[in-house]
């Protein structure tokens, strides 16, 4: 069951969702059938472009969508790799943070990558994150071997570290 609604007026029990898809859509629900139905389903946020194009499925759909890619071709500008010029029509886009490993499909952990430097980066475990820089957000790499399983250490150090005792 796919249902819209705002994530302010479920928390503060208001407005209707929508349900899509199936016979029912189109139907009305208020806010405590939608969080009696979140009790036995999961819920999964999904972020909305101006368009209605979906640009964050969470951890629900591993794959970035076309108007992700998109925003990562306008953003990136091809290859993040350092020193590639490999326009973005010839690259993938990869999880910085990779999916397995319960990083999300969506803009802030993804970057582009050509084939070439894309193996590059997982045979030598990389890792990459997202900054701001002076022209606006762009891909930095650690070339350091290991880094990205640097990084999943550091993760799982601060998820210890946050956990109730």
């Known amino acids: 069951l796919l249902l819209t609604m705002s994530y302010d007026d479920l928390k503060d029990r208001l407005g209707a969702a929508t349900t899509l898809g199936g016979l029912d859509a189109g139907t009305h629900l208020p806010p405590e059938t939608v969080r009696?139905?979140?009790?036995?389903?999961?819920?999964?946020?999904?972020?909305?472009?101006?368009?209605?194009?979906v640009l964050d499925w969470g951890l629900e759909k591993r794959f970035f969508t076309d108007a992700q890619t998109k925003r990562l071709w306008l953003r990136d500008g091809g290859c993040?790799?350092?020193?590639?010029?490999?326009?973005?029509?010839?690259?993938?886009?990869?999880?910085?943070?990779?999916?397995?490993?319960?990083?999300?499909?969506?803009?802030?952990?993804?970057?582009?990558?050509?084939?070439?430097?894309?193996?590059?980066?997982?045979?030598?475990?990389?890792?990459?994150?997202?900054?701001?820089?002076?022209?606006?957000e762009r891909v930095e790499w650690d070339l350091t071997r290991g880094s990205y399983d640097d990084l999943l250490a550091r993760r799982a150090a601060s998820n210890t570290a946050t956990e109730p005792a």
């Open 36 to 53: 009696r139905l979140c009790c036995d389903g999961s819920v999964i946020p999904v972020v909305l472009g101006g368009d209605g194009e």
């Open 80 to 136: 993040t790799y350092p020193g590639c010029g490999a326009p973005p029509q010839w690259t993938d886009a990869h999880h910085l943070v990779h999916w397995a490993d319960l990083g999300p499909s969506d803009l802030d952990n993804g970057a582009l990558l050509c084939e070439r430097h894309h193996n590059i980066v997982h045979t030598r475990r990389l890792a990459g994150r997202v900054v701001q820089g002076s022209f606006g």
